[in-house]
């Protein structure tokens, strides 16, 4: 199956599915999955030491405010597999800009049947 055919949720907006493009403590290498193809591309090499904290994806058939897919931190103590899904629930969003505008960032948590530790996690407040 292509991800070009994953849904973006069993009961949107309270599970939502998150296409991996970046695991968490990945190295510094941005990868972005090719909406058509469903191939994973590196995009580019981050020229800094960082490390990513979080699992970095995006939740498919949705548009944010720039005109991509939304895209999704997943808080997971482990990382994930490139182009892996995760059924996930929004606990919060972070709102941020780059270099093209508005680029907000929905926080995620696994499903509790995925990851029960944090079943007891409603929201970030």
Do not use: Q, W
Request: proline share 10%; hydrophobic share 40%.
């Amino acid at each position: 199956m292509g991800l070009h055919l994953v849904s973006a949720g069993r009961n949107v907006p309270d599970e939502i599915n998150v296409i991996i493009e970046i695991p968490k403590d990945a190295e510094p290498v941005k990868y972005e999955v090719e909406k058509e193809s469903g191939a994973i591309f590196v995009d580019r090499i981050l020229s800094t030491p960082m490390r990513y904290p979080c699992n970095y994806g995006y939740v498919p058939r949705t548009l944010g405010g720039d005109g991509d897919p939304l895209d999704a931190v997943v808080i997971l103590p482990l990382p994930l597999a490139v182009g892996s899904v995760i059924r996930c629930h929004p606990v919060g969003m972070l709102k941020m800009t780059d270099e093209a505008g508005s680029d907000e960032k929905l926080v995620v948590i696994p499903s509790p049947k995925v990851f029960p530790g944090y079943a007891h996690i409603n929201d970030m407040k």
